[in-house]
C-alpha cells in the first residue's frame, strides 16, 4: 500500500510581474489562464489526481482570499484536508513550518509535500511519478526538491546547482537566485544546474529539526500561533497578533541555503512558473502567427505577441514580439523580452501610491473598507499639501493665491475672503491629522493677511481683496463670515493666539449686523438687499459646530439649533426630500425659475451636518432627514455616465446644471461616512466608490497635487484653473476618511 503524502499548496503569492492582471486582492492563481480553471484549481485537482496512496490536501491561503479560496475548493475531494487562512504574509517559511505543524498533530511524522499554487504542470501523471521517485530520499529524512533541466538561459527563476547522483536522486551544491542573461547561460553551459520548481517532498519530523537547527523563532512563533487557532467547517484562522510575530523570510533562504541533507529529484514534467508574459506567450493557444489573443480582441498582421483584454474592445495592426494587457483601469505595453521587467512599473506605482497594483476594479467585487487609504494619504500628504503650501502661498503679499494654473503657477487673480479662510482652515485640519509641515506658520500667515487688510469698521470682513492685499469688495457676507468663523475655530483649536478673540468679535459682528430683525436667520449681506439663500446657513451651522467643537460651550450648539430649525420649517421639502436653495425675504421660495432649483453638491453637506448636530444634542430623528437627502441626491443628481453628481436639478430630477464639479463628489464622500453605521445599510462599499469617483474623474488625470474641477456631461474636462477654494471640501472628506477607515497591513 503507498505511502500517506500529506499536500500543502501555497497560495499567498501577489505575481506582480503579471500586473495589471494579477493584483494583491486578485493575485494570478485565481486566474484562468487556458479556460480549464483557476490555477489554484487545476493544481488542487492534480493532487487530488494522486494514482494510489492517500493524499490529503491542504491549502494555506490569505484570509482575505477566503471566498475566493473557497468557490475554488467547490467539487474538489480534499481527502480530510482543508484551507489553512493566514491573517497576514509572512512569507514561505511561515507557510512550511505550518504544513510541518499541522502534519505532526494530524497525521504524526508522515511525508509533506509542499507546492506553488501558481505553475503550470500540464502532465499530472509525470508530476506524481517524479514526486514517488523523492519519497525514498524523503523517508530516509531528507529534503527534498524538484528541479527542470534548463532549455534556455531564463532570468526569471531560482537555480539548483547538484552534485553527485545516485538512483535518479542527486545531492545538492547550493541555491542560486535569479541571474542576470550572462550567468543564466553559462548556468545552461554547464549542465549542473537545473531550475528551481519550488516544490518540497520532506518528512515533518525532518523539517521541524531543520527549523530547531536554523530558525528555532520561526518555528517558535508558528507553533504559538497554530495552537492558538481556531476551527470551523471553513477553514482554521490563526489570531493576527501571534501569526504577525513570525519572522518574515522565505524557506530558501531560512532552510534550504542552510541545512546539509538536501537531494534534487530531476522533474519529469511540463513546467512553467508562469511568472511572466512571456511565459504565458509560451504556454498558450496560439494562432498561425504565434499569437495568444484573450478576449475581446481584433489583432491585424501580429505576430509573436501575447494580446488580452479583460475588458472594452482592444485593436492591435503591425504588432511583433509585444505583449498588451488591458484591464478596466491600466494598460500595459512591452516587447515580450522585456515583459520581466514589469515590476518595475509596479515599484514605481507603489511609491507613488497608486491603487492599481492593489485592488481589482469590477462590477461584481466589494473593495474592502480602506482600499483607498493608501492613495489618498499619499496624495494628501506627499503631493497636494506640499504644493499648496508653498506655491499656493503668497509669500509677496500675503495671503493665498486664489488659484493655480495646470502648470502649478499662480493666477494673479483677485483675492476672496472665504478662499483665504478655507485655505487657514485645511492647514489647521491638516496639523491635526499629522501634518508634518509648516503649519502653523501658514495660519499665521492667512490671518495676518485677512485681519490686516480684510476688516471692516463694522468689525466684520470684507467680501474681496486685490492681489496686493488693499479692499475690492468691501461688502460683509454672510458666506464669507461663516467661512471667517470656521477658519477661527479650526485655528483656535491649532494653538493659535489670536484665533478666539477675532472669532468674538466676529459673533458680536454676525448678531449686530447680519441677523435678520425677525430673528429667522441671516441677511446674505449687511444692507440685507439680496434674495435669501440656504447655503449660507449650511456654513454658518458649520462653523458654529466648530466653535462648539473647539470650546465645548453649548451657546454656540444653541446658535446651531436656530440654523436646524430654519430647515425643517423652510428648507426641506418634504414631499420630494429635496432642499430649497433660493427663497424671498420671508422665507417662501423664489418666484423666479430657481424656485424648484436644488444642488446634489448641497444635499450632501446638510446630510454630514445634520448627522453630527444630531449626536451632539441627541435629537436623533434628524438622521432621517439626512437619509433623505442622500437619496434624493443619489436616485436624481447624478450623472450615469460617469457617477458624478450634477450641479443643479430641478425639484423632479430634471439636470439643470449638467457640469460635475469636484467638491460634490466630496460632500458626497462625508455624508456616505457620516450616514454609515448611524442605523441604516452598509454603506462602506458606497463610500470606496465615492472615493474611486473623485480620483477617476477629477484627481488622477490632473498634475500631482492638482485637479481637475470642472467636468462637462460626456466627462471630458473643461477645467482652465485650479481653484483654491476647493482644497478645503478635499482636505475634509479625504482626511474624515482615513480617519473612519482602518489601517490596511502593507
Known amino acids: 500500500m503507498s505511502q500517506r503524502i500529506v499536500s500543502f499548496v501555497m497560495s499567498g503569492g501577489v505575481g506582480s510581474r503579471l500586473w495589471p492582471l494579477s493584483r494583491e486582492d486578485n493575485p494570478k492563481q485565481f486566474h484562468d489562464f487556458s479556460g480549464d480553471g483557476s490555477m489554484l484549481a487545476k493544481t488542487l485537482r492534480r493532487l487530488a489526481a494522486r494514482p494510489q496512496g492517500e493524499t490529503p490536501i491542504f491549502l494555506i491561503a490569505a484570509e482575505r482570499h477566503a471566498e475566493r479560496v473557497h468557490a475554488d475548493l467547490a467539487g474538489i475531494d480534499l481527502a480530510g484536508g482543508g484551507p489553512l487562512f493566514e491573517p497576514t504574509g509572512r512569507n514561505t517559511a511561515a507557510a512550511v513550518a505550518l504544513a510541518s505543524l499541522r502534519t505532526l498533530s494530524e497525521y504524526g511524522d508522515e511525508l509533506v509535500l509542499v507546492v506553488p499554487s501558481d505553475h503550470e504542470i500540464s502532465t499530472p501523471r509525470q508530476f506524481w511519478q517524479s514526486i514517488e521517485a523523492g519519497a525514498g530520499a524523503a523517508n530516509a529524512g531528507r529534503l527534498v526538491v524538484f528541479g527542470l533541466k534548463p532549455t534556455q538561459p531564463e532570468t526569471g527563476y531560482g537555480y539548483i546547482e547538484v552534485g553527485a547522483g545516485k538512483d535518479g536522486v542527486f545531492d545538492v551544491s547550493r541555491f542560486v537566485e535569479k541571474p542576470d542573461l550572462a550567468t543564466a547561460q553559462a548556468y545552461l553551459d554547464a549542465g549542473s544546474f537545473y531550475w528551481n520548481t519550488g516544490i518540497f517532498l520532506f518528512r515533518a519530523a525532518a523539517m521541524r529539526d531543520a527549523f530547531a537547527a536554523y530558525q528555532p523563532k520561526i518555528w517558535q ?12 467547517l471553513s477553514g482554521l484562522y490563526m489570531p493576527l497578533d501571534l501569526y504577525s510575530a513570525i519572522p518574515s523570510t522565505s524557506i530558501d533562504y531560512a532552510i534550504m541555503e542552510r541545512a546539509k541533507d538536501i537531494v534534487m529529484v530531476p522533474a519529469g514534467f511540463r513546467w512553467n512558473d508562469l511568472g511572466s508574459w512571456q511565459s504565458l506567450l509560451d504556454v498558450g493557444p496560439s494562432d498561425g502567427q504565434g499569437n495568444v489573443i484573450a478576449g475581446d480582441v481584433v489583432a491585424i498582421d501580429c505576430e509573436n505577441s501575447y494580446i488580452r483584454s479583460e475588458g472594452r474592445l482592444l485593436s492591435a495592426i503591425g504588432m511583433k514580439d509585444v505583449a498588451i494587457v488591458s484591464t478596466a483601469d491600466a494598460t500595459f505595453v512591452a516587447p515580450v523580452s522585456h515583459s520581466q521587467h514589469v515590476k518595475k512599473i509596479v515599484e514605481q506605482l507603489e511609491k507613488s501610491g497608486r491603487l492599481e497594483t492593489r485592488f481589482t476594479p469590477a462590477h461584481d467585487r466589494v473593495i474592502e473598507s480602506g482600499a483607498w487609504r493608501r492613495r489618498v494619504r499619499h496624495w494628501l500628504f506627499e503631493e497636494t499639501l506640499p504644493l499648496w503650501s508653498t506655491v499656493g502661498v503668497d509669500e509677496r503679499h500675503g495671503g493665498f493665491h486664489e488659484a493655480l494654473g495646470f502648470d502649478a503657477s499662480p493666477l494673479m487673480k483677485p483675492k476672496r475672503m472665504r478662499t483665504q479662510a478655507r485655505q487657514v482652515y485645511a492647514f489647521a485640519v491638516a496639523k491635526e491629522r499629522g501634518w508634518d509641515g509648516p503649519a502653523d506658520r501658514l495660519i499665521a500667515h492667512g490671518i495676518d493677511f485677512m485681519a490686516g487688510q480684510g476688516r471692516t469698521d463694522k468689525g466684520g470682513w470684507v467680501r474681496t481683496l486685490t492681489i496686493d492685499g488693499s479692499v475690492a469688495d468691501p461688502v460683509e457676507d454672510a458666506y464669507d463670515h461663516s467661512c471667517v468663523l470656521l477658519a477661527l475655530a479650526h485655528a483656535h483649536m491649532s494653538g493659535h493666539p489670536d484665533a478666539l478673540r477675532l472669532g468674538e468679535e466676529t459673533f458680536s459682528f454676525l448678531d449686530a449686523h447680519l441677523e435678520d430683525a425677525r430673528m429667522t436667520g441671516f441677511l446674505e449681506t449687511s444692507d440685507g438687499a439680496e434674495e435669501r439663500r440656504s447655503n449660507p446657513h449650511m456654513h454658518l451651522l458649520e462653523a458654529f459646530l466648530a466653535w462648539h467643537k473647539a470650546t465645548g460651550e453649548r451657546a454656540y ?45 448641497h444635499h450632501f453637506e446638510w446630510a454630514s451636518l445634520l448627522v453630527d448636530f444630531a449626536a451632539r444634542s441627541g435629537q436623533g430623528e434628524l438622521t432621517a432627514f439626512a437619509r433623505k437627502l442622500y437619496a434624493s441626491a443619489v436616485a436624481n443628481g447624478l450623472n450615469r455616465a460617469t457617477g458624478l453628481a450634477y450641479g443643479a436639478v430641478s425639484r423632479q430630477g430634471l439636470p439643470l446644471d449638467t457640469v460635475s464639479r469636484s467638491w460634490p463628489q466630496a460632500e458626497a464622500i462625508k455624508a456616505a461616512i457620516a450616514l454609515d453605521g448611524s442605523g441604516g445599510p452598509d454603506l462602506k462599499p458606497e463610500i470606496e466608490a465615492r472615493v474611486g469617483r473623485l480620483f477617476r474623474w477629477h484627481i488622477d488625470p490632473a498634475p500631482l497635487g492638482l485637479w481637475i474641477d470642472r467636468i462637462d456631461e460626456r466627462g471630458r474636462s473643461l477645467a482652465t484653473e485650479v481653484p483654491a477654494s476647493i482644497f478645503y471640501h478635499l482636505v475634509c472628506a479625504l482626511t474624515q476618511y482615513l480617519d473612519g477607515t482602518a489601517e490596511k497591513s502593507q
Not at 420630494?576 to 424648484?596: H, I, N, Q, V
Request: hydrophobic residues 40%; aromatic residues 16%.
Open 221 to 232: 512563533a508558528t507553533e504559538a500561533a497554530y495552537k492558538a487557532a481556531i476551527s470551523d
Open 557 to 601: 450648539l444653541r446658535r446651531a439649533a436656530r440654523i436646524i430649525d430654519l430647515f425643517r420649517s423652510h428648507f426641506f421639502d418634504a414631499e420630494s426630500w429635496t432642499l430649497g436653495e433660493y427663497f424671498d425675504e420671508g422665507w417662501k421660495p423664489a418666484a423666479s425659475e430657481k424656485r424648484s432649483w436644488t444642488e446634489p453638491g
